[in-house]
Every structure is written in structure tokens, then in C-alpha cells.
């Protein structure tokens, strides 16, 4: 099946701990995209990424960091500079493109905690 | 910056009624908008997209309509089932390839 899977599904972060949650995708899609959504609020841009070894900082890129090595994976670290963690984490993809037809797809999400 | 609302935040039908949401954007210049569905826990479904061009899309029960120039997009949501229930999100492609998300609504069918 075609996707994007996401994992953990759950994560939990002790003080002064870095994590990685893990976002691949089997789409052949050259964008991937890093969001955070907290209760009650849309979704917030964290990093995103058009192509392999190259990517951006979005609108809440403090304390987070992100490596494109491969075009099917984009792995996003919560570093300890990230005092407020706690939130539901999604990854999704596109093609990429530019087109006014570009679809965003999303994977199914890691909710993380702090301990 | 390209702001989203839906409006209202959350909303409560029985089963089989029509229903229609709302999502209004402050700039017109946009590549798309797209409405998602959210189950609790989950991630992001995506509905329906429809393109600067285009003026609706339809999918089954669902109708998605656009206007640019207003800044509006809504949701019709023919004979409400309960299946229904979740959160409803619409985004935002602006010309720069940025997405801007709307808080959602949530809808509550009830049997």
C-alpha cells in the first residue's frame, strides 16, 4: 500500500532528552512537510523539504531539527531547546510540483509527552 | 500572512440533517484549497481539493464550493450520519506553495 507511515505512535520525552520521530513515505513524492498541531489549534509548520539534502524552516523551527538524506524519509528531532513538547506530530508529503492540483497527504501522527 | 477560520468551532446535528461548514481566508491569491477529515488520534484525510480555478468539487455526499474573491469555501455535508462525527479541517495553498491550516470544526451526528 502506498503511504506514509509515521512512528512512533506514542513517545515520551524525559527532561533534557533529544527525540526522533520517523516519517517515511512509499509515494515517490519529492516534498515533505513536518507539522505540530496542539488542542484546539490549526496546524503549525515546523520544516519542510522540496528535495533530497536540502530543507526549510517553517513558522516554529526553534528547538527542532530535520535531516532529508533519502527522498522517502524525513526524520524530525525534538531537542532539549524545546521547552514545550507536548503535541501531536504529523508528517505529510506532496509531490511537490507547484501545480494547483498539489495534494497534501498525511501520515497517521506520533503524540508525544514529556515524562 | 494568509489567516484561516472555520467557523463555527464546533457543531452538534442529528443524524440526516444537512449541514454546511465554513472556512473564510484573508488573501485571495491562492493555488488551492483542501478540506480534510480528522478522527480523534489520528491523521489528516484528505476530502476534497479545489483548484484556484474551479468553482466546486463533489464527492459522494460531500460539496465543496469556492470563492476566491470573498475568501470563502464551505462544506456540504448531504443526510448526516453518524459516521459523520470528527473534526473537519480546510488549508490553504498560497501562490508561495505555503499551507495554512484553519483550526477545524468539530461535528457531532447524532443518532
Known amino acids: 500500500d502506498g503511504g506514509i507511515t509515521q512512528s512512533p505512535k506514542y513517545l515520551f520525552r524525559k527532561e533534557g532528552q533529544n527525540v526522533t520521530l520517523s516519517c517515511e513515505q512509499n509515494?515517490?513524492?519529492?516534498?515533505m512537510y513536518w507539522y505540530r498541531q496542539d488542542p484546539g489549534q490549526g496546524l503549525r509548520l515546523i520544516y519542510y523539504s522540496q528535495i533530497v539534502n536540502d530543507f526549510q524552516k517553517g513558522d516554529i523551527a526553534e528547538g527542532y531539527s530535520v535531516s532529508r538524506e533519502k527522498k522517502e524519509s524525513f526524520p524530525l528531532t525534538v531537542t532539549s531547546a524545546q521547552k514545550n513538547p507536548t503535541a501531536f506530530y504529523l508528517c505529510?508529503?506532496?509531490?511537490?510540483?507547484?501545480?494547483?492540483?498539489?495534494?497534501?497527504?498525511f501520515g497517521s501522527g506520533t503524540q508525544l509527552s514529556v515524562l | 500572512k494568509q489567516e484561516v477560520t472555520q467557523i463555527p468551532a464546533a457543531l452538534s446535528v442529528p443524524e440526516g440533517e444537512n449541514l454546511v461548514l465554513n472556512c473564510s481566508f484573508t488573501?485571495?491569491?491562492?493555488?488551492?484549497l483542501q478540506w480534510f477529515r480528522q478522527d480523534p488520534g489520528k491523521g489528516l484525510t484528505s476530502l476534497l481539493l479545489i483548484q484556484s480555478s474551479q468553482r466546486e468539487q463533489t464527492s459522494g455526499r460531500l460539496n465543496a464550493s469556492l470563492d476566491k474573491s470573498s475568501g470563502r469555501s464551505t462544506l456540504y455535508i448531504a443526510a448526516s450520519q453518524p459516521g459523520d462525527s470528527a473534526t473537519y479541517l480546510c488549508a490553504v495553498r498560497g501562490n508561495n506553495n505555503d499551507m495554512r491550516f484553519g483550526a477545524g470544526t468539530r461535528l457531532t451526528v447524532k443518532p
Open positions: 488573501d485571495s491569491a491562492i493555488y488551492n
Open positions: 509515494l515517490n513524492h519529492d516534498a
Open positions: 505529510a508529503s506532496s509531490t511537490g510540483q507547484g501545480t494547483t492540483n498539489e495534494k497534501l497527504f
